[in-house]
């Protein structure tokens, strides 16, 4: 199994092909959250670049549509519930020797509980 994000699919894309003509049954899980290793504006402190946030998101681009053309089993789960499942399904179809390909859904901005950024003085 691959776990990646954005910019990590793209670089990554060029190789995809192997898995088909090589029958590798591994599932790549994409945490979709658009961020392409970016956070808006302020998001990390000065000097953040502010923009890589804001190239494309999933509501613009729906990669398993894209990696599905080349053959893979894909699915894009959008319901925390359907992730166990969508993972079992893929793992099933790994065993014939056939690459599955799985993008989650998430927000971009991390939510934190209460003690994130408590002061502890």
């Not at 591994?26 to 000097?47: D, E, K, R």
């Not at 599905?68 to 089993?73: E, I, R, S």
Request: contains cysteine; charged residues 15%.
């Amino acid at each position: 199994m691959a776990v990646t994000g954005e910019a990590g699919l793209g670089y990554m894309l060029g190789n995809l092909e192997v898995l088909l003509r090589e029958k590798l049954g591994i599932t790549v899980v994409h945490i979709s959250n658009g961020g392409f290793a970016g956070y808006g504006p302020g998001f990390w402190g000065a000097g953040h670049d502010p923009f890589t946030h804001q190239v494309l998101g999933p509501d613009d681009v729906d990669m398993s549509k894209v990696i599905g053309a080349l053959g893979f089993h894909t699915e894009r789960v959008n319901n925390p519930a359907a992730i166990i499942p969508a993972l079992r399904r893929a793992l099933d179809v790994n065993a014939s020797g056939r690459p599955a390909y799985i993008e989650f859904i998430c927000c971009q901005y991390p939510v934190y509980g209460q003690w994130v950024g408590r002061s502890t003085e």
